[in-house]
């Protein structure tokens, strides 16, 4: 069964960067496309960046142009580089298997203003 595992979550302060990963055990991984998520509390969690099996990548608009989603299907691992931070994308951060219902355990992000 495919698992997803997040690390590089931590405490940074505002404009600060900080690189995500999401390492997929099993096999497959190529196939999916994959999303990383984000869930502040009392909100709901949203898709903020997603990567096709090829390559092609779609982010949120809170996101665009600070974060940078990719993929080494060589390494099963799916990366989210986060630059600029803001207060605000302070949150549990998910990486999903897109078209399944694997989800990784989440990593926490907190940005100090």
């Known amino acids: 069964q495919v698992q997803l595992v997040e690390s590089g979550g931590g405490l940074v302060q505002a404009g600060g960067s900080l690189r995500l990963s999401c390492a997929a055990s099993g096999s497959d991984f190529s196939r999916n496309a994959m999303g990383w998520y984000r869930q502040a509390p009392g909100k709901q969690r949203e898709l903020i960046a997603s990567?096709?099996?090829?390559?092609?990548?779609n982010y949120a608009d809170s996101v665009e142009g600070r974060f940078t989603i990719s993929r080494d299907n060589a390494k099963n691992t799916v990366y989210l580089q986060m630059s600029s931070l803001k207060a605000e994308d302070s949150a549990v951060y998910y990486c999903?298997?897109?078209?399944?219902?694997?989800w990784g355990q989440g990593t926490q992000v907190t940005v100090s203003s």
């Open positions: 999903h298997r897109v078209g399944t219902r694997v």
């Open positions: 990567i096709t099996s090829g390559g092609l990548a």
